[in-house]
């Protein structure tokens, strides 16, 4: 793989320890393009900006999806990503919906590898911080024919980042807007599906919330997905998550979840929670816990709901779920314990 490392380091100038999320980003990238059918080698290159014809068909018809993945420090000072062929995999269904040509997984994970043990230093250790990174894939091609591209940027960038939600949040479940719909590409993480999002989680900030709790399509009445994030539901000792589909994305940790739960004793169902149980398990005090859970946010307790105009708080319970799956988590990424997974991926 050909390396280009920049002259001289960002790193230098930057406080690791007062981040937020996403607005830095590390010194190299890694860049492949197709065209004439088939990728370019993967090269990693100085961190700079692309230049793209105006006619550039992502403007136009928005073929571009992405992924995201995180990289931590250990206890050990090792460098680790978390189940990084599931993203790839993922990466490469959402290529196929959207008629855009895969990548090689062995080169994309060769190049992860190769990407993270030059930015090692970028990593943070602070609790809830790590190094977030963003393979994305867009076209290219200079041409306003409503068809798929014929030319395409494949890149990866770096972003060191301090935790997404630092307390507890309120959401707003949604009657009227949709996320996705069935037959869609809901499932596919496409700029698309998070463009449509922007404007009824901007209705809800403005009624005090910080997400919107997406139901289903046809009659909005069950609960599909928290924001950006998987959600989990406790009614009584039990936890229960919607079970994927075209309108519900298959997120790692949501399924880093599910086998966590089994092993640590904790009843766990996948299934359809319906918005009026959600409200009779508040009316009955069955009702637990509510978390959302995903790879920015890992794991986002939910303190209150709003549901046609009236909030509803829910009560601390003794023994939570939430954060005893987060710490077993996140103890499985940072080294802190085994991982009899196999879920740990050591950059070498």
């Not at 959402?94 to 855009?100: D, F, L």
Request: proline share 4%.
């Amino acid at each position: 793989m050909e390396i280009e490392k920049v002259a001289q380091s960002k790193l230098e100038n930057l406080n690791l320890t007062s981040l937020g999320f996403g607005t830095q980003f590390t010194d190299h990238m890694v860049i492949s393009n197709f065209k004439d059918g088939k990728w370019s080698s993967h090269t990693i290159k100085p961190y700079a900006p692309f230049t793209l014809e105006p006619s550039a068909s992502v403007f136009h018809y928005g073929q571009a999806l992405f992924e995201g993945m995180k990289a931590y420090k250990g206890k050990d000072g090792k460098a680790y990503l978390f189940r990084p062929t599931e993203n790839i995999k993922r990466f490469n269904r959402s290529c196929e919906r959207m008629c855009i040509p895969q990548i090689d997984e062995k080169a994309f994970l060769e190049s992860l590898n190769e990407l993270i043990k030059l930015e090692k230093a970028w990593i943070p250790t602070d609790e809830g911080s790590s190094l977030y990174i963003r393979p994305y894939v867009f076209a290219t091609e200079a041409a306003i024919k409503a068809n798929p591209s014929l030319e395409y940027r494949f890149a990866i960038i770096c972003s060191p980042v301090s935790a997404y939600f630092s307390s507890a949040i309120a959401v707003k479940i949604e009657e009227h807007f949709s996320r996705a719909a069935p037959g869609g590409f809901g499932y596919a993480k496409a700029a698309g599906n998070y463009a449509g999002q922007f404007y009824p989680t901007e209705l809800a900030k403005a009624e005090g919330y910080q997400q919107v709790v997406w139901t289903d399509a046809n009659t909005h009445s069950y609960i599909e997905e928290a924001g950006t994030m998987n959600i989990f539901v406790r009614l009584g000792d039990k936890l229960f998550t919607s079970p994927t589909s075209d309108t519900i994305l298959d997120g790692i940790t949501r399924k880093s979840m599910l086998t966590l739960c089994k092993d640590l004793g904790i009843e766990v169902e996948e299934r359809s929670v319906a918005v009026a149980e959600l409200l009779k398990g508040f009316e009955t005090g069955e009702l637990k816990e509510l978390f959302g859970v995903g790879t920015a946010a890992v794991v986002s307790e939910i303190n209150s709901f709003g549901y046609q105009g009236i909030q509803y708080s829910i009560d601390e319970v003794e023994n939570p779920y939430a954060p005893l799956l987060k710490k077993a988590l996140t103890d499985i990424q940072l080294g802190r314990t085994e991982d009899p997974y196999g879920w740990r991926y050591e950059i070498i």
